[in-house]
């Protein structure tokens, strides 16, 4: 039942897990098969003095899916709420194919756009240089919609047509708003003990500011691909 649930919704909110420290690389290896990245088996969402990325600050984090310049690219991701009492620190959550579908419905010339033009991203600190390229949008050879990426702290356009750079940046700019729309995107509050599992190819998530001042946000999150969680629910059945 999980299981299904996460595939229809995209994602899937576990309550009442145990608060501690690393419990998550037990769970995660019990839904799918943890996958290690230079970031550690586990990683620890909270804000420190020298961070490499905006993850690791008390600044609001726009609508985006995780490590799109990986490949491949990490196909689900998992929260565990550690602790988060501090001020503001709520959770954003953003279906990525209902909103590709209202594109291509309302504005089928930037669904086209986006569909089509693959761009650059980027990930480097003094360790690491990673690259990918990929569409906003990625279409399955039928046409439906196979995955979302969007980061724009991480991207670089392509060289284009003036024109066509232009449109592109309008569709962009539109898939962006809407990704942080009310219209699309729900926002709660993690508790101790949640922990909230994302389908990187479909669900964008984010999260507001908050205040350091008051109390502490500390999130552990790792990633499993979906060939691990898709055999043990096959198992299942």
């Not at 993850?55 to 799109?68: C, I, K, Q, R």
């Not at 232009?166 to 962009?172: P, V």
């Amino acid at each position: 039942k999980v299981l299904k649930n996460f595939y229809k919704y995209g994602f899937i909110i576990i309550k009442n897990a145990p608060s501690i420290k690393n419990y998550l690389y037990k769970f995660a290896n019990v839904f799918g098969i943890l996958r290690k990245t230079n970031f550690g088996a586990l990683f620890n969402v909270k804000s420190v003095r020298k961070a490499s990325d905006l993850a690791y600050t008390s600044h609001a984090l726009s609508a985006h899916t995780d490590n799109p310049y990986r490949r491949p690219i990490p196909g689900i991701q998992l929260l565990h709420c550690i602790k988060n009492d501090s001020i503001g620190g709520h959770s954003t959550l953003t279906d990525g194919f209902s909103v590709a579908n209202y594109i291509k419905k309302k504005y089928p010339k930037y669904f086209k756009l986006l569909s089509s033009v693959k761009i650059r991203f980027t990930y480097q600190d003094s360790k690491t240089i990673l690259e990918n390229w990929g569409e906003t949008i990625e279409l399955s050879s039928d046409g439906s919609i196979k995955r979302v990426r969007l980061s724009p702290r991480l991207d670089y356009v392509p060289v284009l047509k003036k024109e066509k750079l232009e449109e592109f940046y309008k569709a962009r700019s539109l898939f962006i708003k809407l990704c942080n729309s009310k219209s699309f995107m729900i926002e709660f509050k993690l508790k101790p003990g949640d922990i909230m599992i994302m389908d990187n190819y479909r669900t964008l998530h984010g999260r507001t500011s908050y205040n350091m001042a008051v109390g502490e946000r500390h999130l552990q999150g790792c990633y499993v691909d979906h060939d691990s969680v898709e055999s043990n629910m096959k198992n299942l059945k």
